[in-house]
């Protein structure tokens, strides 16, 4: 046991985000401050299940410089405590001998969960071990208010929007070159819509401009032929199309199906991260543009996991070590249960209950609000299909249809188009 009256234990989950050893410089200099003792958990919660006290001392003197630096000194781990209640007891146990009374945690919603969890099972064997969790993710997905983005998200993308500019560059100097990039984001598509609009993408496909709970995989193929056949109408035979990963899920699984070549799980869903999905609609899209005489080549790219140990940029600095100051006050002050955040220059704390999904239990989702003035202006930057296109002669002689054709063929894509809120 550490013998000190109040110590708060860090614990890092999930994957890296820009800006998590800011927090973690945030927390430890307000803590010492305070007089607090500060141990830093490495591997997440994956060694404290083991009952293993793998951890180090932090103190101002040996971390002055991390809030400078990408990744994550106490390194990170998806590692899931509340799958069994053993787990679950030995955290707390591990926690308790080390003489644990505050923990902050750092994560995306499994983690908050995971906390949420850890501080209600100590509670009822008895204990006390108060929680605030920092929420990160550079998905953005988090049920923050509008306008108040995750830490790291606008380091992932300024440096998404420089690797598409160079993409953008490339196929311009190339010729006749076109990259479809697959963004990260499982759920929402904060950042392909970012990093699109940001570095003047062509287009970019998100999986909430579609109300449908799932669309064909050709709907996806037509919305990118649309836009590279306009591009070359114009006379730039070239370009960069952002498609957010999250998209995958909006597809019908038996479009996949068809392929005869996808790997399905136990219950027999398919394995959507064994998909090459940028391959997939590469083909796809590649064989609609040769019917139309179109001569171009396509080069499939993820684009991801480079931007999440990228070092913060200043204002990801700022903002994490702001959050990792109001989560030791949050503490300090008797706080508990909620995650952490910094709302009109002030420090406001959200109570997993109030952000908790009915259904699921966990973390609520953030998406994209396709009916604001953002996503509007975003969208209008755009080389795609629009609605009034369907009256385009010239668009129609293009595909080989007459005008009535083309707007029977494609009308379907402007059904449920998105209105500006207000």
């Known amino acids: 046991?550490?013998?000190?009256?109040?110590?708060?234990?860090?614990?890092?989950?999930?994957?890296?985000?820009?800006?998590?050893?800011?927090?973690?410089?945030?927390?430890?200099?307000?803590?010492?401050?305070?007089?607090?003792?500060?141990?830093?958990?490495?591997?997440?919660?994956?060694?404290?299940?083991?009952?293993?006290?793998?951890?180090?001392?932090?103190?101002?003197?040996?971390?002055?410089?991390?809030?400078?630096?990408?990744?994550?000194?106490l390194k990170m781990s998806r590692f899931n405590p509340t799958k069994k209640e053993s787990d679950l007891r030995t955290v707390v146990e591990t926690l308790t001998e080390l003489g644990v009374t505050h923990l902050v945690t750092i994560g995306?919603?499994?983690?908050?969960?995971?906390?949420?969890?850890?501080?209600?099972?100590?509670?009822?064997?008895?204990?006390?071990?108060?929680?605030?969790?920092?929420?990160?993710?550079?998905?953005?997905?988090?049920?923050?208010?509008?306008?108040?983005?995750?830490?790291?998200?606008?380091?992932?993308?300024?440096?998404?929007?420089?690797?598409?500019?160079?993409?953008?560059?490339?196929?311009?100097?190339?010729?006749n070159r076109w990259y479809f990039t697959i963004a990260m984001g499982r759920t929402a598509g904060h950042l392909a819509l970012g990093m699109g609009r940001s570095a003047g993408a062509a287009i970019t496909i998100i999986p909430e401009e579609f109300p449908q709970e799932k669309i064909p995989l050709q709907q996806v193929v037509d919305i990118l032929t649309g836009s590279l056949v306009k591009r070359y109408l114009t006379g730039k035979n070239y370009g960069v199309a952002v498609i957010a990963e999250g998209v995958i899920e909006k597809i019908a699984?038996?479009?996949?199906?068809?392929?005869?070549?996808?790997?399905?799980?136990?219950?027999?869903?398919?394995?959507?991260?064994?998909?090459?999905?940028?391959?997939?609609?590469?083909?796809?899209?590649?064989?609609?543009?040769k019917k139309l005489g179109i001569k171009v080549s396509i080069i499939d790219k993820e684009i991801g996991y480079e931007l999440r140990c990228t070092a913060p940029i200043a204002y990801d600095i700022d903002y994490a070590r702001q959050?990792?100051?109001?989560?030791?006050?949050?503490?300090?002050?008797?706080?508990?249960?909620?995650?952490?955040?910094?709302?009109?220059?002030?420090?406001?704390?959200?109570?997993?209950?109030?952000?908790k999904d009915p259904e699921t239990g966990k973390t609520a989702v953030r998406k994209?609000?396709?009916?604001?003035?953002?996503?509007?202006?975003a969208r209008g930057f755009m080389m795609r299909l629009e609605e009034g296109d369907l009256e385009d002669?010239?668009?129609?002689?293009?595909?080989?249809?007459?005008?009535?054709?083309?707007?029977?063929?494609?009308?379907?894509?402007f059904e449920g188009t998105p209105t500006v809120e207000g």
């Open 1 to 73: 046991m550490i013998g000190i009256k109040n110590v708060i234990a860090i614990v890092c989950g999930g994957g890296p985000a820009p800006g998590i050893n800011s927090v973690i410089s945030g927390v430890v200099n307000e803590a010492h401050r305070q007089g607090w003792d500060v141990l830093g958990i490495y591997d997440g919660f994956s060694r404290l299940a083991r009952g293993e006290k793998n951890y180090i001392r932090l103190e101002p003197k040996n971390i002055s410089r991390i809030h400078l630096t990408g990744g994550c000194i």
């Open 108 to 175: 995306g919603d499994d983690t908050a969960y995971s906390s949420a969890a850890v501080s209600d099972y100590a509670r009822r064997a008895g204990r006390t071990i108060n929680v605030v969790h920092v929420p990160k993710t550079i998905d953005n997905d988090l049920p923050l208010p509008e306008g108040v983005p995750t830490f790291g998200f606008e380091t992932a993308r300024a440096f998404g929007t420089t690797e598409i500019e160079n993409l953008m560059e490339d196929a311009r100097t190339s010729n």
């Open 253 to 289: 699984p038996e479009d996949f199906d068809k392929l005869g070549q996808v790997v399905k799980d136990e219950h027999g869903h398919i394995r959507y991260s064994e998909l090459d999905f940028g391959e997939i609609i590469k083909q796809a899209v590649l064989a609609e543009v």
């Open 323 to 355: 959050l990792g100051f109001s989560a030791v006050s949050f503490l300090k002050e008797g706080g508990s249960g909620a995650l952490i955040t910094i709302q009109d220059n002030k420090s406001v704390p959200m109570y997993f209950e109030d952000i």
């Open 368 to 377: 994209v609000n396709i009916g604001s003035v953002h996503y509007q202006i």
């Open 393 to 413: 002669p010239g668009l129609a002689n293009a595909y080989h249809m007459t005008q009535e054709e083309f707007k029977a063929r494609y009308a379907y894509l």
